[in-house]
DNA sequence: TCTCGTTTAGTCGATATCGACTATACAGTC
DNA sequence: GACTGTATAGTCGATATCGACTAAACGAGA
């Protein structure tokens, strides 16, 4: 199991991984992450990460180092990492790279009411998604494509790589499922079918009475 | 991008889902989607679903139908789904299945900071990922031949296949970076190596210090 | 020099989430 | 017939999260 980090929020990560390099003000953490498309991996909020860099004050894991002006520009507060952050952020990363942790994909929470939707339509929802699937596989490639073209070492735009390999099985698994469906070779497909062709019609008869009852 | 679901956590879904077929009382539902193995594939907690159920009723998806009392037990709500209730499952089911949603699993985020362990240490912590991959894999494969031994159709379980398919993948795609590392054929190697075998030591040495200066 | 869009830099309040805690009933067993 | 563990059925408070809103500074063009 994982454990309970003080700032759970990965962005607190993040936000170590950056002030472990230099010190910063919370904004250009903003733009650094964006500038290595770290925001693509870990989700960037703007009222997140100012709640985040407060608790990790709160944590002692990084200290208010002075407070900048730029011109008139209103005033910032420039953070730095402590030892207790960096033995914070080694730790975390560690379990994070060697633990697997169990996440609940979106996808497969619709898979798994998917028997709730007519054979026919989901077939055609599921061949919608591998398209959509497949631009944001080439908008990914493009990113990777984009970081090389800029001298990225492939090092720190391998979480892209993983990103990529993760689509390109989902859309592999997509397709097959489909191709099953069409095929019939999935198992319960006339049980599936039987089902909705009673209960589609029935179920919007009643449902109509039934939603009235119910609402009084 | 997703709609803004009126009661967004995914556990919403499944009591609708299971108020779609007949109506029950929240504890019911908890070990409903037990037996089927759906807390596997949404994030039941017993504190969530109390208040996803509540925010259901406020938004008149759900309505309290009776409340039974079996035995000398305290009582208990049954709720059934409302006309607006099956219209919004079905919406988001629509959309879960259609639409790839963007997610940020935790081991891309750890992925991301990569580099800010020794070489020799990600290779270590990489190779017992594979060890826990591997039995988090047969974990799924036991759950899926135990249902399909307990005649639970294909169509049923189809979600679980979706993630085996994910696992496997990560477990390949993990083993290929570790045989890159190893071989050196991963690009920026030496340089993570170099910056390393400097600031590791030094790093911690400063570290002391500079703990101690930060903490005042 | 006026004004308008963009960049910089945040704040705030409403909700959502989750762990820890509570409490009764029943079944088995000594 | 007392005792204990497990299943049943939740509640509550502390945090976390996120969208919507604010607001100054600056550059570019009219």
Redesign the pocket.
Same mark, same amino acid.
């Given at each position: 199991m994982a454990t309970k980090r003080t &700032?759970?929020?990965p962005l607190a990560l993040a936000v170590l991984a950056l002030l472990y390099e230099r010190p910063m003000? *919370? $904004?250009?953490m903003v733009?650094t992450m964006r500038e290595r498309g770290k925001h693509e991996s870990v989700?960037l %909020? $703007? #009222? #997140?990460l $100012? #709640? &985040?860099v407060e +608790?990790l004050e709160r944590a002692g894991l990084i200290v208010p180092r002075e407070t900048e002006r +730029?011109? %008139?520009? *209103?005033? %910032?507060?420039v953070y730095a990492i402590t030892e207790a952050g960096r033995v914070e952020f080694l730790d975390w990363l560690r379990e994070l790279v060697r633990v697997p942790e169990k996440e609940y994909p979106r996808f497969m929470a619709g898979l798994s009411f998917l028997a709730a939707l007519p054979p026919s339509e989901a077939l055609s929802l599921l061949k919608e998604r591998i398209q959509l699937l497949e631009d944001r596989i080439s908008r990914v490639r493009g990113g990777l494509a984009q970081g090389r073209a800029l001298g990225v070492p492939r090092l720190f735009l391998i979480e892209h790589e993983y990103e990529l390999a993760l689509l390109e099985t989902e859309v592999a698994w997509v397709h097959a499922l489909v191709k099953e469906i069409e095929a019939g070779t999935i198992e319960g497909l006339h049980l599936w079918e039987l089902f909705h062709s009673w209960t589609e019609p029935v179920a919007v008869e009643r449902s109509r009475e039934g939603g009235r009852d119910e609402l009084r």
């Amino acid at each position: 199991m994982a454990t309970k980090r003080t &700032v759970p929020n990965p962005l607190a990560l993040a936000v170590l991984a950056l002030l472990y390099e230099r010190p910063m003000h *919370p $904004y250009e953490m903003v733009t650094t992450m964006r500038e290595r498309g770290k925001h693509e991996s870990v989700k960037l %909020r $703007y #009222s #997140s990460l $100012y #709640s &985040v860099v407060e +608790a990790l004050e709160r944590a002692g894991l990084i200290v208010p180092r002075e407070t900048e002006r +730029a011109g %008139r520009r *209103p005033e %910032r507060t420039v953070y730095a990492i402590t030892e207790a952050g960096r033995v914070e952020f080694l730790d975390w990363l560690r379990e994070l790279v060697r633990v697997p942790e169990k996440e609940y994909p979106r996808f497969m929470a619709g898979l798994s009411f998917l028997a709730a939707l007519p054979p026919s339509e989901a077939l055609s929802l599921l061949k919608e998604r591998i398209q959509l699937l497949e631009d944001r596989i080439s908008r990914v490639r493009g990113g990777l494509a984009q970081g090389r073209a800029l001298g990225v070492p492939r090092l720190f735009l391998i979480e892209h790589e993983y990103e990529l390999a993760l689509l390109e099985t989902e859309v592999a698994w997509v397709h097959a499922l489909v191709k099953e469906i069409e095929a019939g070779t999935i198992e319960g497909l006339h049980l599936w079918e039987l089902f909705h062709s009673w209960t589609e019609p029935v179920a919007v008869e009643r449902s109509r009475e039934g939603g009235r009852d119910e609402l009084r």
